[in-house]
């Protein structure tokens, strides 16, 4: 019977030390609330942290990812990782998949909070393209695991995330309205009303997408109710892991989460893909991105299951989609080279003549060099009747050497 004891008594003696060596994410010291700074590119949020000791980075925050990524295995071998096992993950095309490697008990420096014993896949190919999107290098996400214990809150205006204790907001904060949020497979979704016309009326379950950049995203497959509107885009809706998601672009009448209510919100619809069952079967219409988020103020409250909100700044400004033409993508933030990888026909920018692999060398007479990629985004979202002038230079061949320098000009049109 002695062993049995001495086995007890050790448990009893190191529980609360236990209990702090659970994998999540805690603050150094104990206090109320901490701050962190960190970066809105494009409404999407990135925080800087470092893994074992390495160098700092920049991470993407998700709520629609369960386990922390690092798009790099080059980075992972550089800062000593290892690794366990291999994973295939399917892509967003719902085709592609990729392979990557299981790290387990990391640790994650972010000043005054850490993450500890953080389990993290790297892609065992490397895949840093959100740069190209949103125009800061980003190595990795990161999830669930930062959410789970503590209540979070991302300020847009301000660039700061609030991590609170996790007993500091026991009810609704002064000001904010609140939703009741449900984990599905360490996913946050709510219901909210989707009117698509005025008349018609569809209580929606929705992922609350803090990764993605689009407002409000619609899966036609999930339901009858969810229509293509009339007037609408064929695009390319976004870059993610394992290639393109290809759909068109058009407009919600009407989104209310629980009394705020957002007008005319630009919404995607993607095609169906080999990976539409997954989405049908976890009983989700769609996905509330970082367009609608960013104008708001958030907590996410994990623990409770709630989620509260109010306005931001930009909250009233109207939703625009590109109204040039143009998907402008970052070749390389050194030398500040912005090529043009798509123009739609038909488009101002297309009728103008600007053709796909131009190179952005001004904007409005101003040096490529003094624009960053959000605020070019901006721009082509700006006015409609606003004049563009661009200057571009146009490859000839394969020799970067050969080229000319061609100037184009038009007016924003709204296309939807």
């Not at 003549?353 to 901006?378: A, Q, V």
């Amino acid at each position: 019977m002695r062993p049995l004891f001495l086995i007890i008594l050790f448990f009893s003696c190191n529980v609360t030390t236990a209990f702090a060596q659970v994998p999540g994410f805690y603050m150094r010291e104990k206090s109320k609330k901490i701050e962190l700074p960190i970066i809105v590119s494009n409404n999407l949020v990135v925080i800087p942290l470092s893994i074992n000791s390495g160098p700092p980075v920049n991470f993407l925050l998700d709520t629609g990812v369960k386990t922390n990524i690092l798009f790099s295995k080059t980075f992972g071998n550089y800062i000593g990782l290892t690794y366990t096992r291999k994973l295939d993950l399917v892509g967003a095309d719902g085709q592609t998949i990729l392979t990557a490697s299981v790290s387990p008990n990391n640790y994650v420096d972010m000043g005054p909070l850490e993450g500890i014993f953080q389990t993290i896949l790297v892609l065992d190919e490397d895949f840093m393209e959100l740069e190209q999107v949103i125009g800061i290098p980003v190595y990795g996400v990161i999830g669930y695991e930062f959410f789970k214990y503590n209540p979070v809150k991302i300020d847009y205006d301000k660039q700061k995330i609030t991590f609170y204790a996790g007993e500091m907001i026991k009810r609704k904060p002064l000001g904010y309205k609140k939703v009741d949020i449900k984990l599905d497979n360490s996913k946050p979704y709510i219901l909210a009303k989707v009117k698509q016309e005025a008349n018609s009326e569809l209580e929606s379950k929705l992922l609350i997408d803090i990764g993605a950049n689009h407002g409000l995203l619609l899966n036609r497959e999930t339901s009858d109710k969810i229509i293509l509107p009339k007037e609408n885009i064929e695009s390319d809706l976004g870059r993610s892991l394992g290639g393109d998601l290809f759909g068109f672009v058009g407009r919600t009448f009407l989104l209310n989460i629980n009394g705020m209510k957002f007008k005319d919100v630009i919404t995607s619809f993607p095609e169906e893909t080999e990976f539409s069952y997954v989405i049908r079967e976890s009983g989700r219409q769609g996905s509330i991105g970082s367009e609608i988020l960013g104008r708001m103020t958030v907590i996410m409250d994990y623990n409770r299951e709630k989620m509260y909100f109010k306005r931001g700044d930009t909250f009233a400004i109207p939703f625009e989609f590109d109204m040039s033409g143009i998907t402008p993508r970052l070749e390389s933030s050194d030398e500040k080279v912005i090529f043009v990888t798509q123009v739609r026909e038909g488009s101002p920018a297309y009728e103008s003549g600007i053709r796909m692999k131009d190179e952005f060398r001004s904007i409005n007479n101003i040096p490529i060099d003094f624009w960053e990629l959000p605020d070019l985004i901006k721009l082509f979202r700006s006015e409609e009747g606003k004049e563009i002038k661009i200057t571009m230079k146009r490859y000839l061949d394969d020799n970067p050497a050969n080229f000319e320098l061609k100037e184009f000009k038009f007016k924003l049109k709204r296309q939807i």
